[in-house]
Every structure is written in C-alpha cells, then in structure tokens.
C-alpha cells in the first residue's frame, strides 16, 4: 500500500533543477475526489447501514459517549445532524483541496469546543488524537463490513486504497497519520484491541439503539403526516435496530450484554442484500444529495424539488387517510403527539421542548445553546471571526438565563423554571444574539438582507410579507421577527425550521 506520508523524492540527471512534484502531495490528492473509493461508496445505499454502524461503534467509545451524551442534538435533530455530517464528508472528500482544506479548519474549530466530563466523571474531548482515529476507523471498517455482509467482499487491493484514503482524511484535519496503524494488517489488530478492551456499552449507545431509531422525528417532508409517520417507524424503528446491533462485533455484543434477538442474523443478511438492490434503482434515485435533501424538504419550499413535494405529499396524505381508517383511534393519538399541527401559537412549555431543548435532556443548559450556534453557523458557513461571534453572543444569552431562571442553582433551566419566568426571556443578551446573526448573514455589509443571503440561512425564497418595497429585509425588521419567535408565542414558517426541524 502507497503509505501518504510519503517522503519528498530526489532526482538527478539533465532536468535535476527543474521544479520537483512532491510525491506526497500527489499520493494524497490522488486518493480524494471523484475518482475515489468513497465516492463510490457515497451514493451506494447500503452506506446507510454502514453509517448507522459507524454511529454505535463511536457512540460505545467513552469519551465520544460522554460528548454526544452532553452535547449532541442527534435524539431530538437526526436529520439536521444526518445532513450536516453528508456536506461535511463531500467536502472533505472532494477533489477541491481548499475547500477541504476550509473544512478541515471549521471541524477542528468545532472539536475544539468539546471537552468536558461526563457522566460517571468521564473527561472527553473531541481534539483528542485518538479519538478521532477511533471515529474514522468505525467508517473504514464499517464500509469493510458492509461489503461482506451484502455478499460482495471487497478485493485486498481495493480495502488497502480504500484505507489509505480514510488515513488520508485523518491527515488532512491535522493529526499524524500514526493514530492508525500504516497497514492493513496493523488496522486490523488495533481495530480488534479496540472492540475487545475499550468498547463500552454508554449511555449514548443505549439511546441510539433502544430510543432514536424507535422514537426516530419525522423528518420535514412527513411533519404534517404523523399517524403515517408513527405507522412506518414503528415497524422499521426495532428492524432498523435489530441489524444494528446483529451486524455488531461478537466479542462487544457479549461484553456489552446487547440482547441476541431470534433470526436477527438472518434479518440482517436480507437488509444488506435488499439494500444491494437497490443500487440498481436510477442514479438518481439513490444519490445520498437527493435523498436527504428531499427529506429536509418543508411544506413551503420553493426549490427545484417543491413540486415533487407537493406530489408527494398529497399521495402520502391520501395513504395517512386510509390508514386512519384501519387505524385503532388509540394509536392515531399517539401518533399527533409532535405532529406540529396547522396552529399559530402554542405554550411556553412547548417552546421550550420543540425549540430550546436541543439535545432532548429535558433541560436548557449551555449544550443546547452551542448546538443552535453551530447549526447556525453551518447553514451559514461561516469561517473565523464570524463564527465566533455567534458563538460569544449566544454564551451571553446562555449566561443571562442562567442569571435569570436558574431559581435553584443547579447550573441548568428546567422547564418549570422556564415556564414560570418565560416573560423575562429576552433581554439584551438576546437582541445580541438578533443583532449578531444579522450581521453575519449579511455578507455584504449593506444593511440588508437580499434573496441569495436570505436564503442562505432559512434555505427557501423572500416570504411574502417580510421584505420592504425594495425586497429586502431590513435590520430592524429581522430583530423583531427573531425575537418575536424566541418569544415562544408565535409559530414561525420562516423561523421554526431554523431551529426546530429535526
């Protein structure tokens, strides 16, 4: 295997003072873009096992355990986090070195920002070198496995490029190449070290095995479908967590006491194999960029995809209607629960769990504040100072209602305590917030928002009632619409989605 860190060659001979080609920078270009493995395995839909995988290996980590415990919103916002993570690999992995290079920056921006103690007083932090091998190892091995298990094992020539491309990906965010092992055959002893004597079974694992996929939100395309959300989920949510966990190592199922489900073995192998078949569906069809922003789509969107939705969604409200018929009443109940309704307003206590509970703790507290910033400064793709700004002005508002609310010191906002005091929310350190995010949408410093800014950040057109006679979205106007929505009162078409989609 062509290891990356490849030494800088000498040459000799007529043309020995012409410029020199770093070999190493050529082996290292070479294994990203589109001719790449993982381009391959991008749009290939069995990668969607293979990333739910990854995502419990990691989550069985402790430290990475204790971080998306403490701070992840993946429970409360799957698809938001599903669709960042999707972006953030395709430019890693495009052929463009700046934009790799510009994003290699804002993730170690956004490692750098998480460390702490966890649960059971276990320290993390996400800048640690070995846990970010350990994070790229779960995707190598994972994409490995998925081949296996789909019956088509990938060749030795292929694996070792396909690994030279993951140790590749470790380099570029700025970490030695030594945190995984140059070979194969090295990988393959740390990779078995790793799932026999570090893997636990965390908190973390537990909530995505036992809780999301059975619990999963419906994304925006189903939000106004609930009883045929709820019918759906529940029969993929305990299949989908089934071959999770069957398709896990022996040794860490044991040592983890993960349940051993009847024909679970057999189940998995028949979603490996469908999910090979699917790959000879159009390509359109399963581009992993099309799916998921399909998903994400919102009943007023108005981009290239609007009119697809609008089908859709009438088909799928036509099934939701047959399905109530045959539907006993208490399930359909059941099913409303979070359905987002057509209503304009609603309760402090529903703000507080569909807006300012990001991770679904059932408090507010700093995490939640610094998820809102990050997924902010990720629509907008924001480099240094901006994202810096956006996130000192949302630690002043975290430490204003903290002042504020926190009635027994415990370092957090129940929702009791938010319910009670919920008149006071904003304050100044709020409007910093507004003021903030305002000034980093407009890119161009004019004062305004325009078309291309705006939907930068709310990703759909000028609504009709908010721009001026010139169309654009005044300072004082996007103050006032932000802070009327962090009000709590007033449902939000424009607002909602920012920060409350899941």
Not at 281 to 301: A, F, I, K
Not at 388 to 398: I, K, Q, S
């Amino acid at each position: 295997m062509n290891d990356t860190d490849s030494s800088r060659s000498t040459r000799t001979g007529p043309d020995a003072g012409a410029p020199q080609e770093d070999p190493a920078r050529e082996a290292t270009e070479s294994l990203f873009g589109p001719g790449s493995q993982f381009h391959r395995f991008f749009n290939d839909p069995r990668w969607a096992l293979a990333v739910v995988r990854a995502t419990v290996l990691e989550a069985a980590h402790p430290q990475i355990g204790a971080a998306l415990s403490d701070n992840s919103s993946f429970v409360t916002h799957p698809w938001r986090r599903l669709r960042n993570t999707l972006v953030s690999l395709q430019r890693m992995f495009g052929a463009d070195e700046q934009t790799r290079q510009r994003e290699a920056a804002r993730l170690n921006r956004l490692h750098s920002r998480l460390s702490g103690t966890g649960a059971g007083d276990q320290p993390y932090d996400a800048m640690d070198p070995e846990v970010r091998a350990w994070v790229v190892a779960t995707l190598f091995e994972s994409s490995v496995t998925m081949c296996r298990l789909s019956g088509q094992p990938l060749d030795q020539i292929t694996m070792e490029r396909l690994y030279a491309e993951f140790r590749a990906f470790l380099a570029a965010l700025g970490d030695q190449a030594g945190h995984l092992p140059p070979t194969l055959p090295g990988f393959w002893q740390y990779y078995d070290r790793m799932v026999a004597e570090e893997l636990q079974n965390t908190d973390a694992l537990r909530i995505i095995l036992y809780r999301l996929f059975e619990h999963l939100p419906a994304p925006p395309l189903f939000a106004g479908l609930p009883t045929l959300w709820a019918a759906g989920r529940a029969l993929a949510g305990p299949v989908i967590g089934t071959v999770t966990v069957a398709s896990l190592p022996e040794v860490f199922r044991r040592r983890a006491g993960l349940p051993e489900v009847p024909g679970a073995q057999t189940l998995m192998q028949s979603a490996y194999m469908a999910a090979r078949l699917a790959r000879a569906l159009p390509d359109n069809w399963v581009q992993t960029e099309n799916v998921v922003g399909l998903l994400n789509l919102s009943p007023d969107s108005d981009g290239p995809w609007a009119e697809t939705f609008t089908t859709l969604r009438a088909r799928s409200k036509r099934a939701g209607a047959l399905f109530r018929l045959v539907t006993p009443a208490s399930v359909q109940q059941g099913a409303a629960d979070g359905s987002g309704g057509a209503e304009s307003r609603r309760t402090a206590r529903e703000f507080f769990t569909e807006v300012l509970d990001q991770t679904g703790d059932g408090y507010l507290d700093w995490p939640d504040l610094a998820a809102m910033a990050r997924e902010l400064c990720s629509r907008l793709d924001l480099d240094e100072p901006e994202e810096t700004r956006l996130y000192d002005a949302f630690a002043a508002w975290w430490r204003e209602l903290q002042s504020a609310l926190d009635s027994d010191g415990d370092g957090r906002v129940s929702e009791e305590e938010y319910v009670t005091a919920v008149p006071s929310l904003a304050g100044p350190a709020l409007i910093r917030v507004a003021e903030v995010l305002f000034d980093v949408t407009d890119a161009d410093g004019d004062q305004f928002i325009d078309a291309e800014e705006y939907r930068a950040l709310f990703r759909r057109g000028f609504g009709r009632t908010i721009v001026d006679a010139d169309g654009r979205y005044s300072r004082s106007a996007f103050v006032r619409d932000f802070l009327s929505f962090m009000s709590g009162r007033q449902r939000s078409a424009t607002y909602d989605p920012l920060l409350s989609d899941a």
